[in-house]
């Protein structure tokens, strides 16, 4: 393997390869009210011109009430308190505008196509629901998804050969909920979110390897600027991903630490002026969310739904956010992250191996993985994630999982070569595709959280199973699904 791979670097070509392999295998569809949520800000805004969602939401919850499924309807038309919104008296809208954005170029290419085919005697309804548009936004956020391994490839070769960082990536992308997230929950919003941390994190660290000489923690203010605008575009497509800004954060406060101990001026100067356009442009580039918010919340801020699931203690008159599901997002039995996707365990060790190469890094790191866990736990009534696949909220953190685990499979590779390697690595796979597998249609219980009585006799099922079902995994997927 190292001969094959010895003076090209063929990991790219080898992560887009098994990306298309497994395309076909996609379900282009939006039937969950979080994916009717993103996706009806751009069907509006493009069509409508406007921000009420009325329209888009009887449309798909019409298809769900069609096959006995209420949730739709349930989630975003039944009236309470705060549907429709008081002030504004808009329909409630939790998800942010992120997605839209990024799904954007795809939505107005499919729009284009429509018109184009209709012009030469086809008759597709040009109206943001029919199948082109669908199919359009969904094979965007595959794209993303692909986009973001690249990127995820590119940075971990900063520290391992290609052997380990190609395992490690294609490991993490199939060995946790990323897969499920990339082929058949589509019109969400965790391929983009992975996609601009990936980004994020490329670029910060590029502005970081310019600075070694230095060791200052400067960079170039087209750096800077960059960074603000994707860490904007990285908050709106899901809020909780701001917390990973304690990465560059945290760098800044040791940066004007060490400048004030050798008082260095100049320096701080730099550093000063950085981080300022770094704030200017992230503030601005947030602008088009608090306008959505004010317009459907009568504030700049969120819905209240979204504040009312976090958990806050008042300590004289500050109101603390506190984490009571912290360790149950990693290890609780029926839910736990780690138990999900169990290689997410090696590669929070192989964190230390980083630390041998990379000390600051691999502590930046691990601090916005505990951030992101963090605020999981702070989710009262809906940290557990019931009814979706796996831990899908930690999806965005996948550049840290792959880094971590390149980290100890370089050191191992070293030991045992790379055979075992890949053999561990097809085990964790299989875990994780058995798991879609059961969670898809042999054993559906397993959506409201992991089912360990006879859990491995229904691993060792998957193989049989699939093959009973493969004519409709290849070519009527929709018979697993429901709303479809």
Known sequence: MRAFFANRDLGPFVIVLVFLALLPLSLPRIALSDEVQYYAYLRSFYFDRDLDFRNEYQHFADIGLQNDDQAVFNALLRQD??????????????????????????????????????????????????????????????LYSLLGLLLTYRLTRFYTDQVPALIATLTIFLATPLVFYTYLAMAWSHAGGFFLFALFLTIWMYGREGAVGRGDGRRHWSIWFTLGLVAGLMVMTREQLGLLLIIPALEALAAYIGALRRRQWSVLRGLFTGHLIFLVVFVLSLTPQLATYWVLNGRPGPSTTVGSKLAFVSIGWLPVLVSPHFWDTLIHPAHGALLWSPILILALIGLIWLFRRDGPLALLLFVGFLGQVYINGAFGTTWHLSGSFGFRRLIECTPIFVLGLASVLSWLQMRVGWKPLLAGAVLFVFWNVGLIAQWTFIRPDLRKGLIW???????????LQVLNRLYDILFDRCRLTTNC
């Open 453 to 463: 009585d006879g859990m491995l006799y229904y691993q060792l099922q998957v193989p």
């Open 81 to 142: 308190d705060a549907n429709p919104n008081p002030k504004t008296g808009k329909l409630r809208n939790v998800a942010p505008i992120g997605s839209a954005l990024l799904w954007t170029p795809g939505f107005v290419l499919a729009d284009l196509w429509v018109q184009v085919v209709n012009a030469t005697g086809a008759n597709i309804p040009r109206d943001g629901y029919s199948r082109p548009y669908i199919v359009a936004v969904c094979m965007m956020s595959a």
